[in-house]
């Protein structure tokens, strides 16, 4: 499904920026990750982290996109991104 690979391609073009951006390499990424650096490489190269046929069918069904942008600053304490 070319719509599959064209949403993979972007998500990662936007993740290969943000590195370059904030000046961290991919070993960096992989060790605030803590997943071993050839993971990363694969992800960003497109030999593996394919996002699911299914969610790309249910985002193409409820006419929605995936993207990738930075996320909006928030203050300490301001909330909203926490993981849980």
């Known amino acids: 499904m070319w719509y599959t690979r064209a949403m993979n391609d972007a998500i990662r073009q936007v993740l290969k920026q943000a590195l370059e951006t ?3 390499s991919q070993g960096e990424l992989a060790r605030v990750l803590g997943v071993p ?3 990363i490489t694969r992800a960003l190269s497109g030999r ?3 996002i699911p ?3 790309v069918r249910m985002l193409e069904t ?3 996109e995936l993207i990738a942008a930075p996320r909006v600053s928030q203050e300490k304490g ?3 991104n926490e993981e849980h």
Request: net charge neutral.
């Open 22 to 24: 904030k000046g961290m």
């Open 37 to 39: 650096r050839p993971n």
């Open 48 to 50: 593996s982290g394919e």
């Open 53 to 55: 046929t299914l969610w």
């Open 62 to 64: 409820l006419d929605l």
């Open 78 to 80: 301001g909330g909203g």
